[in-house]
């Protein structure tokens, strides 16, 4: 009997013997009940956090129990399978605090920013553990105007450490940068790793965060994975929110709505979609109403959300080339566009 199955089928002893449903540990867990399930058949293997919670519920040392540290391989794939059976905001949250906790990180921080023609400000949503303290200081400063993470996340697929910002800011005599890090290894923080992902209507940016300098080695190592995991953190928000729209009977879209659609997403503005069908400007503010109404959304972010949701053809998504040696450079793969 291998470990994993070994302590699967302890906190499956344990669970029966207390009389509790794996709905019930899913609960109190916040996971979901297949999670658990896979845990007691052996399949996947808890955190090391869910781990010490359960060791409290049962009052057993499931710990010991833990005798073969997983890879960071393995725990990205679990991650990725966690995330497939998360239906909301608040689920993605969890397990991918539980991530980078089993991946000895400290903080995360997941941004994504709408592209479209959506508002009259960008959109943007935002997860995150990083202390509110940083997050307000960032907003009180407005250190959003002047953070080249977000210049450099728009105009680049390579992830960028907060060891080569520095070096620029000093090379630079950038006096406002080189304080923002002050601020920033005065609260405690020691180093970043911020990982463009760019998709056909969002741009998004996935940043850990760790308090020791003794870790930089291992995020460096792993930062090919991180932005795997930002990837699939992408896929997975945009699963969730089509999730929400999603019904049993789908509309029929036409081919000239899923022309407009397309022209959302890529940020055309109106009065140029205008020209493209040769209408007025109002008259395509008509056509976007009737598929809101139609699609079931409020908003043209929803909107474009419906785009990846439900696989309307694209055109010309992405104005930024990648190429192979970029991608070969941080041990990804090339992408295919």
Request: aromatic share 12%.
């Amino acid at each position: 009997m291998d470990s994993g199955n070994k302590l699967g089928n302890k906190i499956k002893d344990a669970r029966k013997k207390s009389g509790r449903s794996q709905v019930w540990l899913a609960q109190k867990l916040d996971v979901c009940r297949s999670s658990v399930a896979r845990w007691e058949s052996g399949e996947t293997t808890p955190t090391t956090k869910n781990l010490k919670i359960i060791s409290d519920i049962f009052e057993v040392n499931f710990l010991a129990e833990k005798s073969e540290s997983k890879s960071y391989q393995d725990i990205t794939e679990q991650y990725r399978q966690d995330l497939e059976e998360c239906h909301s905001v608040k689920a993605v949250y969890k397990v991918t605090q539980d991530y980078m906790s089993a991946m000895d990180i400290d903080y995360f921080l997941y941004m994504q920013v709408f592209r479209g023609d959506l508002h009259a400000s960008p959109k943007f949503f935002v997860i995150t553990d990083i202390d509110v303290e940083w997050q307000q200081y960032y907003a009180t400063h407005y250190l959003s105007v002047s953070d080249p993470v977000w210049s450099h996340c728009w105009n680049s697929v390579v992830p960028i450490y907060s060891d080569d910002i520095y070096k620029k800011a000093v090379k630079s005599n950038d006096k406002t940068q080189k304080e923002i890090f002050q601020k920033f290894w005065g609260m405690g923080y020691a180093f970043y790793v911020a990982i463009p992902i760019h998709g056909p209507c969002c741009m998004s940016t996935f940043s850990v965060t760790v308090k020791s300098r003794e870790k930089v080695p291992m995020i460096r190592e792993v930062t090919p994975l991180l932005t795997y995991a930002g990837q699939l953190l992408y896929e997975n928000i945009h699963r969730i929110f089509g999730e929400k729209f999603e019904s049993n009977k789908r509309p029929h879209l036409r081919s000239v709505d899923h022309k407009l659609m397309s022209y959302l997403v890529q940020g055309v503005p109106l009065k140029d979609i205008a020209i493209k069908f040769n209408i007025s400007e109002s008259a395509v503010r008509q056509r976007i109403d009737r598929l809101k109404i139609k699609l079931g959304v409020e908003n043209r972010q929803e909107l474009c959300l419906q785009v990846v949701a439900q696989g309307v053809p694209l055109q010309s998504m992405f104005n930024y080339t990648a190429t192979g040696d970029v991608y070969e450079s941080h041990g990804l793969r090339g992408a295919t566009f």
